[in-house]
Nanobody, 125 residues
């Protein structure tokens, strides 16, 4: 049974940093992309970042480029997103996902097969 378990969310102030973790288990993720998406109340699910499990190639949504960094630890089967210079508009539930989207569609959430339960990030002004 595939499990993606997010952790690390919380309440922070604008300008602070936070690191989210996604522990993956239940299968090998070789050949998969591991992604982070977020969803704020009343808004559509938004692509944050993704990383190719094998090559380590990374991809970012426009709203987080230069502030967020995605990484992975293959030995721990864990993916991270380090978030710097957080803004109130970063407030959302953050989800970890695994899938095999083609590179041009790495930000399309319905191409990801496995999802975590989400972790809340709240940034106060």
């Amino acid at each position: 049974q595939v499990q993606l378990v997010e952790s690390g969310g919380g309440l922070v102030q604008a300008g602070d940093s936070l690191r989210l973790s996604c522990a993956a288990s239940g299968r090998t993720f070789s050949g998969y992309a591991m992604g982070w998406f977020r969803q704020a109340p009343g808004k559509e699910r938004e692509f944050v970042a993704a990383i190719n499990w094998n090559s380590g190639s990374t991809y970012y949504g426009d709203s987080v480029k230069g502030r967020f960094t995605i990484s992975r630890d293959n030995a721990k089967n864990t993916v991270y997103v380090h978030m710097d210079s957080l803004k109130p508009e970063d407030t959302a539930v953050y989800y970890c996902a695994a899938g095999q989207p083609p590179v041009p569609a790495v930000g399309v959430y319905n191409l990801y097969k496995y999802w975590g339960q989400g972790t809340q990030v709240t940034v106060s002004s």
